[in-house]
């Protein structure tokens, strides 16, 4: 079954800390770039990062220096540790493919609040 499953989402004050997880079926994640994507109220889905089958990594401007992205090939799995949290990262955190996307799973909600 293809799926997308994504976690770790939350509540944090502003300059915290969150660790987001992904799996996916192995249809989805072997072979493939993966990447994360954020929707915020109101706004269209936009990239976060995107990390290759050999690692290479992209990170859209906003997330410089504090989000990491990794992936363990040999669980499916990818992450996305986040760091120094700003209420602008508000917003429903998904997974997919970044070309041939799958099904989009349901997210993970990240609300950054004081």
């Known amino acids: 079954q293809v799926q997308l499953v994504e976690s770790g989402g939350g509540l944090v004050q502003p300059g915290g800390s969150l660790r987001l997880s992904c799996v996916a079926s192995?249809?989805?994640?072997?072979?493939?770039?993966m990447a994360w994507y954020r929707q915020a109220p109101g706004k269209q889905r936009e990239l976060v990062a995107t990390?290759?089958?050999?690692?290479?990594?992209y990170y859209t401007d906003s997330v410089k220096g504090r989000f990491t992205i990794s992936r363990d090939n040999a669980k499916n799995t990818m992450y996305l540790q986040m760091n120094s949290l700003s209420p602008e990262d508000t917003a429903v955190y998904y997974c997919?493919?970044?070309?041939?996307?799958?099904?989009w799973g349901q997210g993970t909600q990240v609300t950054v609040s004081s």
């Open positions: 997919n493919r970044i070309i041939f996307q799958a099904p």
């Open positions: 990390i290759s089958t050999g690692g290479n990594i």
């Open positions: 192995g249809s989805i994640f072997s072979g493939y770039s």
